[in-house]
């Protein structure tokens, strides 16, 4: 039942391994998913007509060399409350899924010079999400194991001892079936979209004199810094992140929007979307810090 699926996976590079039936987890037959995935074509053609033809797919994304940009639909109301993306609550009401949101990040980074959506392989999951995948060769960092959005867009790629893994077109579980909506060749992700997944380096720790606080220009130099100088698509995430510190140093929410203001204007953020943005941060961090 699962082979035209398998070899269709296999024929597009893709390295795979047996999925228990109907299910998300990997098969008895599987043992250590990552080391038994596979793209040889005798291997997946022995196991899917001999050993278990309704074993379900996983895709292995790391030794694909494989991003899987996973958007989910909306598992509770007005998920983005308290993020950047709070205010597209008032365009959608209460539930935004993850479609809409990439869309949005999308429309965003076009106004940075970006292109306009790639074509590239795309698989409907059962429960109604998508899948998009993307090549991500060896040589690129590696990819971070955190939710770009918590509940809403995740991503599998080659992050950890195996990277993740995902059902392949074809597959079959409790929610629904898989089905691939986009047969286009896999793609290489824009920047923006490389930027947002890309696993960051741990952000110094800023040591401040003890005593009485330094006037803004001297006291929150690094912060400014890390503002002024973030790449395209890690901006609005560098000023959250600094707003955030200087919530937690004690400083008036007025004394970050003056202070990170010209930094996040240089960095090319505009104003509606500076004021939103330390305003998230300190709601968050109030919340955070209780």
């Known amino acids: 039942m699962m082979l035209k699926h398998a070899l269709s996976a296999q024929a597009l590079g893709l390295h795979i391994f047996p ?4 299910a998300k987890v990997p098969h008895r037959m599987a043992g250590q998913w990552g080391a038994t995935a596979t793209n040889d074509f005798n291997q997946v053609l022995q196991f899917w007509s001999q050993v ?3 074993a379900n797919i996983g ?3 790391k030794p694909s060399q494989l991003l899987v940009v996973d958007l989910d639909r909306a598992k509770k109301e007005f998920a983005l409350q308290g993020t950047e993306w709070a205010y ?4 959608y009401g209460p539930l935004v899924h993850g479609e809409e949101l990439l869309d949005e990040m ?3 980074s076009d106004h940075a010079g970006h292109a306009e959506h790639l074509e590239t392989y795309t698989v409907r999951t ?6 998009l995948y993307y090549r991500w060769p060896a040589a690129w960092p590696k990819i971070s194991q955190a939710s770009p959005v918590k509940g809403l867009i995740d991503v599998r790629g080659n992050g950890g001892e195996w990277g993740g893994y995902v059902l392949a077109g074809g597959s079959i579980n409790e929610a629904g079936p898989y089905q691939v909506t986009n047969d286009a060749a896999l793609a290489l992700p ?4 490389r930027q ?4 960051r380096p741990a952000q110094p720790k800023i040591v401040r004199p003890q005593g009485l606080r330094q006037p803004g220009a001297l006291s929150w130099s690094g912060l400014v810094a890390s503002v002024t100088n973030a790449g395209e698509g890690n901006r609005n995430n560098a000023l959250l992140w600094a707003a955030r510190s200087m919530y937690s140093d004690g400083a008036p929410e007025k004394e970050a929007q003056d202070v990170l203001g010209a930094a996040a204007r240089q960095a090319g953020l505009g104003d509606f979307e500076i004021e939103r943005t330390i305003n998230s941060a300190y709601r968050v961090q109030a919340q955070k810090e209780g």
């Open 126 to 131: 059962g429960s109604g999400g998508v899948h």
């Open 52 to 54: 278990d033809p309704q």
């Open 190 to 193: 824009p920047v923006w979209i």
């Open 106 to 108: 999308w429309f965003k």
């Open 196 to 199: 947002l997944v890309a696993e």
């Open 88 to 91: 597209m609550h008032q365009a």
């Open 19 to 22: 999925v228990a039936a109907g």
């Open 59 to 61: 895709v292995a994304c």
